[in-house]
T-cell receptor, first 115, second 109 residues
Framework: DSGVTQTPKHLITATGQRVTLRCSPRSGDLSVYWYQQSLDQGLQFLIQYYNGEERAKGNILERFSAQQFPDLHSELNLSSLELGDSALYFC??????????????FGSGTRLTVV | AQRVTQPEKLLSVFKGAPVELKCNYSYSGSPELFWYVQYSRQRLQLLLRHISRESIKGFTADLNKGETSFHLKKPFAQEEDSAMYYCAALSGGYNKLIFGAGTRLAVHP
């Protein structure tokens, strides 16, 4: 157990639907990062939150949004789902800036299948 | 642009052979560099970080600033080393960790 918890582990949904992925960071970590891993795109950075505030954005579609709550858990919302959104979605966490140099800790991911 | 390049998609070796997984970066300044390993599409696990100069599971990686490389090496590959290996770089401040495309290492008996 890495200490980063992601739920659900698997999700199957239909095109056009909306889903929410949840991430609880490792205890004491303030930063949360979301990554998408698809077969043809590799690991793509989506978005970063630090202590409740958005800090950096990557290749995140407008149909996707995220937030980090006061208890530091984060949710990634995916709407108007398309077949191409099928992927593994990873959450990672790290401590305060300066501790990032020790690397991020990743969760086990949520496997999303859009049918 | 900040970029991490892993030129090989697949590296196939026999058990006991030496392994070198290549990684090059293009960053200004001095980025922090990491190697992550992923077994069978499970979670990514931190393997090495260049600041620690450590050896994990027999793997080492040396930062070569002149060549902007951070290649991962192991003198004798084992079958259990078969996995996806990702090189990643982090610049200072709140910047995100950028991953290379990954190299699949296949170690055959």
């Amino acid at each position: 157990d890495s200490g980063v918890t992601q739920t659900p582990k698997h999700l199957i949904t239909a095109t056009g639907q909306r889903v929410t992925l949840r991430c609880s960071p490792r205890s004491g970590d303030l930063s949360v990062y979301w990554y998408q891993q698809s077969l043809d795109q590799g690991l793509q950075f989506l978005i970063q939150y630090y202590n409740g505030e958005e800090r950096a954005k990557g290749n995140i579609l407008e149909r996707f949004s995220a937030q980090q709550f006061p208890d530091l858990h984060s949710e990634l919302n995916l709407s108007s789902l398309e077949l191409g959104d099928s992927a593994l979605y990873f959450c990672a966490s790290s401590g305060i800036p300066g501790q990032d140099r020790y690397g991020y800790t990743f969760g086990s991911g949520t496997r999303l299948t859009v049918v | 642009a900040q970029r991490v390049t892993q030129p090989e998609k697949l590296l196939s070796v026999f058990k006991g052979a030496p392994v070198e997984l290549k990684c090059n970066y293009s960053y200004s300044g001095s980025p922090e560099l990491f190697w992550y390993v992923q077994y069978s599409r499970q979670r990514l696990q931190l393997l090495l970080r260049h600041i620690s100069r450590e050896s994990i599971k027999g793997f080492t990686a040396d930062l070569n600033k002149g060549e902007t490389s951070f290649h991962l090496k192991k003198p004798f590959a084992q079958e259990e080393d078969s996995a996806m290996y990702y090189c990643a770089a982090l610049s200072g401040g709140y910047n995100k960790l950028i991953f290379g495309a990954g190299t699949r290492l296949a170690v055959h008996p």
